[in-house]
């Protein structure tokens, strides 16, 4: 599979990165050894087992706690140019609480990761919080509670500080829409709060305001030095209009707006998108409230959260199509949907997947990235996480149509449309535990016997297929 017999349009430019993702809760395990601290989910999980489907748990996961040198050994077979993954927070400050101890091990255990990765030429791109929140931050309210800043301020410091001699890429968090809307609004997703429209607004604003004050500590504090690149993972859907009226287009904008600008917006442009302002000021009105559902940002907060990027990073998976609703007439309901005020459905005919929000819409990818560049002013773009599931098996073909359709759109996106995107993430390395589904979906290049005490590895079809893509970087599937 030589470069010399790749079509030019089906090339990747030299410069393209590829990596694989995991995240800590789903796959480090050890959830009480050497000083670890309770996380969300190992209360929840632990306190509440039918929350997951499988009423399994991350207690031991894929052990890459112990078996990190498996880990690297699959991503250097790979080839990856880099490895995303995530820091457990409980696991380096067991209390979460700014100004408490650090634990040793916890140190001693990323650092021997992240040696491993350099020395055998692997880039790592760390996730600070992917969704395992320390639960006694959880015991003084979790994200609604602004104090939540401080703590992770003081988290962040520790980390650069400990790392950042070889760590060069940051992603403060993993999916903020998810945290705040599965966490607190809908629950979902650990703490599992069902407070939509309410505490959900509120957790956006901290979290917002704690990415920003990690970016300005990384920025007058170790930037000179560690001369790194700090950014944040929002995920979304790419939203279809249902037609090609104007109340649709309306409607699939303004949910691009609530899902991915909800974050963005802040970060790239300053403020929450005005769609989200105006509308949830207006129903907030409506129903009584003194002030806004929505927190204010001051004008300096807006300053001050405003160019906290040195690159957009994006988590995407599918699409759906939306279609204009109704303005409710009641406005009792207090809750995000109604904010948001649309209605999204899949088209049957896309290809399913094992988990019920994916289907396969490949096209979606290409779409999304020219919205992401043109709404952002035509930033450098990480896709941080693409991938799809099944119920197991290591002749994963679908997994490997999925990539190199995706793929091939990621690449149109870059030859054609001129989208300056530069590395491209699959999700995930190895099958691992996936939060409320536990173990019964799958979305590994690898799998692993979760039955096994030694948790063995084997790679599936997909890891061969994915590591002649990086080799060559090319789309071509008859390299053997
Ligand atoms: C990513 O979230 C996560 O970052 C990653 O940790 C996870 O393993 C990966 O996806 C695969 O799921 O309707 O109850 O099934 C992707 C965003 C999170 C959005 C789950 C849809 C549906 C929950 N998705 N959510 S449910």
Known sequence: CKEATCATNQTFPNYFKF??????????????EDGKGENIWDHLCHT???????????????????????????????????????????????????????????????????????????????????????????????????????????????????????????????????????????????????????????CTHTLIKAHARAYHVYDEEF??????YVGIAPDTYWYEPASGSVSDQEAAERALQFTYGWFANPIFNGN??????????????????????????TDEEVEYIKGTHDFLA???????????????????????????????????????SASSWLRVVPWGMRKLLNWLSKTYNHPEIFITENGVSDTGGLNDDRRINYYREYLSNVLEAILDDGVNVTRYTAWSLMDNFEWARGYTEKYGLYSVNFDDPGRPRTSKASASYYSSVISSKCLVDNCE
């Open 19 to 32: 990596g694989v993702a995991t995240a800590s809760y789903q796959v480090e395990g050890a959830w009480n």
């Open 48 to 202: 509440n087992p039918d929350f997951v489907d499988d009423r399994s748990n991350g207690d031991i996961a894929c052990d890459s706690y112990h078996k990190y040198k498996d880990d690297v050994a699959m991503l250097k077979d790979l080839g990856v140019d880099f490895y995303r993954f995530s820091l457990s927070w409980s696991r380096l400050i067991p209390l979460g609480l700014a100004g408490s101890p650090v634990n040793q091990a916890g140190i001693d255990y990323y650092k021997n990761l992240i040696q491993e990765l350099v020395n055998n030429n692997i880039e790592p791109l760390v996730t600070i919080f992917h969704w395992d929140l320390p639960e006694t931050l959880q015991e003084y309210g979790g994200f609604p509670n602004p104090e939540i800043e401080e703590h992770f301020a003081y988290y962040a410091r520790v980390v650069f500080k400990n790392f950042g001699d070889s760590v060069k890429y940051w992603l403060t968090f993993n999916e903020p829409l998810q945290t705040c809307h599965e966490g607190y609004g809908i629950g979902f997703t650990a703490p599992g709060y069902k407070s939509s429209g309410l505490a959900e607004y509120k």
């Open 223 to 228: 930037r000179t030095q560690q001369q790194g």
């Open 272 to 297: 929450y998108p005005s769609v989200m302002i105006e509308r949830i000021d207006e129903r907030s009105k409506l129903q009584g409230f003194a002030s806004s559902r929505l927190p204010k940002f």
């Open 314 to 352: 994006i988590n995407a998976y599918s699409t759906l199509y939306v279609q204009a609703k109704e303005e409710e007439v009641d406005t009792a309901v207090i809750s995000y949907d109604s904010d948001l005020n649309v209605d999204t459905f899949f088209d049957d005919s896309w290809e399913e």
